[in-house]
């Protein structure tokens, strides 16, 4: 999911911004290597950023982690969502927001497994069930 986001939609949107950045300047030229490297470079952290809720669901498993923290501490979470967002994307307003957009949902999306996972293992050790 997160390396098609990247791929589809980030990845075209930073490319454009660069490449309109020295138009009237010089002229560019991009290699298939430069070209490649870029995408990787782009896509892969973006693949990464997306697990956020698997992560999370394992943190939640072995304990170390429950909504209550993850709910007390979403302020500084999307603060940093948001610096990261800016590092990722170009220097624009609208691919800024694009990109924010989806990391605090999946932080949301990450608060809501935890919470499901709490109240299914609560649930097992009211049934006896200690899995």
């Known amino acids: 999911m997160g390396l098609a986001f990247g791929f589809y939609f980030v ?5 454009q911004v660069l ?11 991009l290699t298939a290597q430069n070209y490649l490297t870029f995408v990787f470079q782009t896509t892969l952290p973006l693949a990464f950023i997306f697990e956020l809720p ?3 669901a394992f943190l939640t498993s072995i304990g170390l982690i429950g909504p209550g923290l993850l709910i007390a501490y979403r302020r500084y979470a999307y603060f940093i969502l ?4 800016v590092i ?8 800024d927001l694009a990109m924010t957009v989806p990391l605090i949902l999946l932080y949301e999306v990450s608060i809501a ?5 709490i109240k299914r293992k609560r ?3 009211k049934d006896g069930n200690l899995t």
Not at 21 to 27: A, M, P, R, S
Not at 82 to 85: D, E, G, K, P, T
């Open 54 to 56: 698997v992560i999370i």
């Open 19 to 29: 490449l309109g950045l020295g138009e009237n300047l010089f002229e560019t030229q």
């Open 113 to 117: 497994i935890s919470k499901w996972m």
């Open 11 to 15: 990845t075209p949107a930073i490319l």
């Open 123 to 125: 649930k097992g050790e």
């Open 88 to 95: 990722l994307t170009p220097a624009d307003f609208i691919s």
């Open 82 to 85: 948001l610096v990261l967002a």
